[in-house]
């Protein structure tokens, strides 16, 4: 079965400085992959999903993710921060028969 | 357009005691349905998944069940509650394949006492 690891649990960025979240799955074919945003008390929102074409996806809220086979990794980009990003960041992993796994998730502070 | 709606928002329950929590959609069929346990620190673990009426897959053994009778609606349950039962239950729905976006509801917020 496919599986995610994020290895960020938590992470400060001060507002308007760039972000980086990292993801890396483990999946024998081609994997479908998402990251998801989670405020407060809230559900999850997708932010965006690859899976074919141009490596490099753009989500909404300004985000965008670069998919890299060779490191098994899909890391979810921002060039300015804002204090409204402040959440939890989930990757995941989705397969043929339509399975979903997600990562534990990054928690995010922005410092004003 | 689609809608998911959970109740309660927040339950507090002593061990022991029953559970029921409820998950609807609004404006879509046949969806496949999921639920979703929030763990702190322990990102989301599938519980459950659905992809008819009566079709009830389980991820994970415990003392948790669900069930699915009618085509939007989505049900959770225990018979007795244990204190690892606390956490974030989260209900989501997607039609079609992976592909196909995955929606969430806003949640249910369990405590065990």
């Known amino acids: 079965a496919q599986s995610v690891t994020q290895p960020d649990i938590h992470i400060t960025v001060s507002e308007g400085a760039s972000l980086e979240l990292r993801c890396n799955y483990s999946y024998g074919a081609t994997p479908y992959l998402f990251w998801y945003v989670q405020s407060p008390g809230q559900g999850l929102q997708l932010l965006l999903k690859?899976?074919?074409?141009?490596?490099l996806v753009q989500g909404i809220k300004g985000f965008e993710a670069e998919f890299k086979r060779s490191q098994s990794s899909f890391n979810l980009r921002k060039p300015s921060v804002h204090w409204s990003d402040a959440a939890e960041y989930f990757c995941a992993v989705g397969a043929n028969n339509n399975d979903m796994r997600f990562g534990a998730g990054t928690r995010l502070t922005v410092k004003p | 357009s689609q809608t998911i709606h959970q109740w309660p928002a927040t339950l507090v329950q002593p061990v022991g005691s029953p559970l029921s929590l409820e998950c609807t959609v609004e404006?879509?069929?046949?969806?496949?349905l999921y639920w979703y346990r929030q763990a702190a620190g322990r990102g989301l673990q599938l519980l459950f998944y659905?992809?008819?009426?009566?079709?009830i897959s389980s991820e994970v053994p415990q003392n948790l069940s669900a069930s699915r009778p009618q085509d939007r609606q989505f049900i959770l349950s225990s018979k007795k509650l244990l204190l690892s039962d606390s956490g974030f239950y989260l209900c989501?729905?997607?039609?079609?394949?992976?592909?196909?976006?995955?929606?969430f509801g806003p949640g249910t917020r369990l405590t065990v006492l």
């Open positions: 404006g879509t069929s046949n969806p496949n």
């Open positions: 989501a729905w997607r039609v079609g394949t992976i592909t196909d976006t995955q929606y």
């Open positions: 659905s992809v008819g009426i009566g079709q």
């Open positions: 690859y899976f074919s074409g141009d490596t």
